[in-house]
């Protein structure tokens, strides 16, 4: 079965350290990989995919078909990067997303 | 800039009672979806929505829960007889149309469903 994994619940950093989070996806065909993010009380957005191979808010995601992992990365970190996030995975024809767990990136001041 | 909305934000109902909780999509959206999220736990798809019929349903959507479009703008979960473990979060999900790759799903903020 299709599944995303987020190891960590927590991240923690300070302000201006670089930020990495970590997904690992098991999906047998060519995946289709995004982050969400959920900021404190707001709605789930997207935040990046990785078709686009764009970056937003400084945040950049690699694809690694070998190590089956779609990452999270930004170099330095923001306060207001504070937030939820969650990797997703896309499967088949009809649009389902499967999601981690989830990782709540903490930056401190 | 035009957002999914989502009626009721918060659900209290009796085990074994009803609900229908509803969305209103953005407006020239084709894709739909229900997720849930029950507390601590990860968003789980229910079921994807399409040209007014399901496309696709997981294990948890059993006989219990239906959708529908009826009017052509509200999409609605409807839980015939809610159970105690019914209580989650549930996101309504809207994506516009286009070739089927992925494009953005939009959700909704969600409505927070307890059953006593």
């Known amino acids: 079965a299709q599944r995303v994994t987020q190891p960590e619940k927590l991240l923690s950093v300070f302000k201006g350290a670089p930020v990495e989070l970590k997904c690992n996806y098991s999906y047998s065909g060519s995946p289709e990989l995004f982050w969400y993010v959920q900021y404190s009380r707001q709605r789930l957005q997207l935040l990046l995919r990785?078709?686009s191979r764009e970056s937003i808010k400084g945040f950049t995601a690699d694809l690694n078909k070998g190590e089956t992992s779609f990452h999270l990365k930004k170099p330095f970190a923001q306060e207001e990067d504070s937030a939820m996030y969650y990797c997703?995975?896309?499967?088949?024809?009809?649009?389902?997303?499967?999601f981690g767990q989830g990782t709540t990136l903490q930056v401190k001041p | 800039e035009p957002e999914v909305t989502q009626t009721p934000s918060h659900q209290v109902t009796q085990m074994g009672q009803e609900v229908i909780l509803r969305c209103v999509p953005i407006s020239n959206h084709l894709y739909f979806y229900w997720y849930r999220q029950i507390l601590g736990q990860k968003v789980e798809f229910l079921v994807s929505f399409y040209n007014n019929e399901i496309s696709e349903k997981s294990e948890i959507f059993d006989d219990q829960f239906s959708v529908e479009r009826p009017d052509g703008s509200n999409f609605t979960l409807k839980i015939r007889s809610t159970k105690l473990e019914d209580s989650a979060m549930y996101f309504c999900?809207?994506?516009?149309?286009?070739?089927?790759?992925?494009?953005?799903?939009?959700f909704g903020p969600g409505t927070r469903l307890t059953v006593l």
């Open positions: 990785h078709i």
């Open positions: 997703a995975s896309g499967s088949g024809n009809t649009g389902k997303l499967i």
């Open positions: 999900a809207t994506e516009s149309s286009g070739t089927r790759n992925y494009n953005e799903q939009f």
